[in-house]
């Protein structure tokens, strides 16, 4: 489904239109091929653009560095566009005509949290309105077994790599980086036993966590403020190698 305002509304989900979309409007985007490294004016619409869809693409200050691609690759998924860093034709039209991201629990409360695991994206709704879209990776299901130094001695921890689907509520979280015995998680926000959402210093475009829900560092920062205690996280779907 496609719509010409800056966020579709999803009539089905219960889910008004996007964060910046009250009036239909108009949007001519400037059509410069872009790629990481990238600067300029193109690249601060752009950057503004993501933001009032949804997306957490860092400043607009005008350079396409990591924040601004991994908004891109949330775009790109929602939009049906394999995901990239270059920004082309497909990417502009959509941005001009931007799909809502698919609804996973039609029926869900109005403020929560879905992830898509075969998109690798999480979707923060709030009162009905999607307020934040992110790119994430997830458990990369591939069983490990690992050494940690933990509560003063070394440990042997073993596992599957698995972020399991199903319906949580978010429980406890830390603030800053926070220690677990499989690594460093930054303003974790748990939601299944030992399973969080987490800021990363490495999100790629494939599931690559011991499980948790890793996303970028600047969205990390800023959903402790907008995801509470209590709401509901509802995790879908499989990811498929190709």
């Known amino acids: 489904m496609r719509a010409t305002s800056p966020a579709a509304t999803h009539t089905s989900a219960g889910a008004r239109s996007g964060p910046a979309a009250t009036t239909r409007e108009t949007v001519t985007a400037p059509r410069k091929t872009l790629r990481l490294g990238a600067s300029g004016k193109a690249v601060q619409w752009l950057q503004r653009r993501l933001a009032q869809l949804g997306y957490r693409p860092g400043k607009a200050d005008g350079r396409y560095g990591g924040a601004t691609l991994a908004a891109v690759w949330a775009f790109q998924k929602v939009n049906g ?28 409360k109005p403020t929560r949290a879905e992830v ?96 948790c829900v890793r996303m970028p560092m600047n969205v990390a920062e800023v959903l402790p403020g907008m995801l509470g205690k209590g709401v509901p996280v509802h995790v879908r779907g499989r990811f498929k190698r190709l």
């Not at 307020?131 to 069983?143: A, F, M, Q, R, Y």
């Not at 599957?160 to 974790?188: F, I, K, M, V």
């Not at 036993?193 to 210093?201: M, Q, S, T």
């Open 81 to 108: 566009i394999k995901p990239t860093s270059t920004v082309a034709r497909r990417t502009w039209d959509a941005l001009e005509t931007p799909r809502s991201p698919q609804v996973l629990v039609s029926n869900g």
């Open 116 to 211: 898509n695991l075969t998109k690798q994206i999480m979707v923060l709704y709030v009162d009905g309105e999607v307020k934040l879209i992110t790119h994430v990776s997830s458990g990369s299901g591939v069983p490990y077994c690992e050494t940690a130094s933990w509560q003063g001695k070394q440990q042997r921890f073993c596992g599957s790599a698995t972020t399991p689907t199903g319906d949580y509520r978010t429980t406890w979280r830390a603030r800053g980086w926070h220690r677990s015995y499989l690594g460093q998680l930054y303003n974790p926000i748990f939601f299944n036993g030992g399973i969080a959402f987490h800021g990363a210093l490495s999100v790629p475009l494939y599931p690559a966590s011991h499980g």
